[in-house]
């Protein structure tokens, strides 16, 4: 992508910041643990099927299997289907919904926050949905590694779906990964390992949008959902909150049990919404 042309056909909304604010919450409240691959995941999935379902959208459970390091086990993403025309591109906006095995996290802000402006999403596109391009919403289950990120442990979810939609010939104009961007004090970094068109894309919506200072590329090469997308040939770019701590510059919250719900806020998923917004109008051009 060369350009991204500034659009206004979505407009995400304090109302819709509400809804993905009390989502987060309720995961967190009722859905906690969710590791991966286990029975709290599935009622998680179970969870965000139903909730995006209450939205008025249509959404499907996609079950399969994979080997960890600690046995073969059944994982669960869940999809959201927006399409305008078969023939079109997809847009895919993706976030985690897991949590990190054996570590007490209730992961408000990494997994759950996105989880729910995920779910907001949903009620907002089956309300007014793109006219030239197609909306894959994806929940995935199994971002998180067992012990250390390799071909057999972490991204389950994601490299599923890569290979699922690569499978499918399918063309692809974007693929979003949204992960840990309900943080109070948010600073939105794009990773040096994300696509140079939609990272240039993108900060320039944001130079525009006078909000420059809130979205930044960084050097950090993040090992993330949109990886296993990126590796299957896709356009794929990471948004991503890595300063979620006690101090500015700390990340001491994360995989702990300071994750929950008091350090998310709806005014950082105003913002996050009002870029998926951003993006989808500007890639539905």
């Known amino acids: 992508m060369?350009?991204?042309?500034?659009?206004?056909?979505?407009?995400?909304?304090?109302a819709d910041a509400k809804v993905a604010h009390n989502s987060a919450l309720e995961l967190v409240e009722n859905y906690t643990p969710r590791d991966s691959g286990t029975l709290g995941s599935r009622r998680a999935a179970n969870f965000i099927l139903d909730k995006v379902s209450s939205l008025g959208a249509d959404a499907k459970l996609d079950c399969f299997k994979a080997n960890t390091p600690r046995g073969r086990r059944v994982f669960v993403n869940v999809e959201s289907s927006f399409i305008s025309n078969?023939?079109?591109?997809?847009?895919?906006?993706?976030?985690?919904?897991?949590?990190?095995?054996?570590?007490d996290c209730p992961g408000a802000n990494d997994g759950a926050s996105t989880t729910g402006l995920l779910i907001s999403l949903a009620g907002k596109i089956y309300q007014n949905r793109p006219e030239k391009?197609?909306?894959?919403?994806?929940?995935?289950?199994?971002?998180?590694?067992?012990?250390?990120?390799?071909?057999?442990?972490?991204?389950?979810?994601?490299?599923?779906?890569?290979?699922?939609?690569k499978d499918s010939g399918v063309k692809v104009r974007a693929v979003v990964c949204f992960d840990m961007l309900g943080d109070k004090d948010l600073k939105i970094t794009i990773p040096e390992n994300s696509h140079y068109g939609l990272k240039k894309g993108l900060l320039k919506i944001a130079k525009r949008k006078s909000v420059g200072d809130k979205?930044?590329?960084?050097?950090?090469?993040?090992?993330?959902?949109?990886?296993?997308?990126?590796?299957?040939?896709?356009?794929?770019?990471?948004?991503?909150?890595?300063?979620?701590?006690?101090?500015?510059?700390?990340?001491?919250?994360?995989?702990t049990k300071d994750d929950t719900g008091d350090k998310i806020s709806e005014k950082s998923l105003l913002f996050a919404g009002e870029i998926a917004t951003w993006l989808i109008n500007g890639l539905d051009r």
């Open 86 to 103: 078969q023939t079109n591109e997809w847009i895919v906006l993706v976030s985690h919904y897991d949590t990190k095995l054996g570590v």
């Open 2 to 14: 060369t350009s991204i042309i500034l659009a206004a056909a979505l407009i995400f909304t304090p």
């Open 215 to 255: 979205i930044v590329a960084c050097n950090d090469i993040i090992i993330d959902d949109h990886v296993p997308f990126l590796e299957a040939g896709f356009k794929s770019i990471n948004l991503i909150d890595f300063e979620y701590g006690s101090k500015p510059g700390l990340n001491d919250y994360w995989h």
């Open 133 to 165: 391009t197609n909306i894959l919403l994806l929940w995935t289950d199994g971002e998180e590694c067992m012990d250390n990120y390799d071909e057999n442990d972490g991204l389950w979810g994601s490299k599923h779906a890569a290979k699922k939609l």
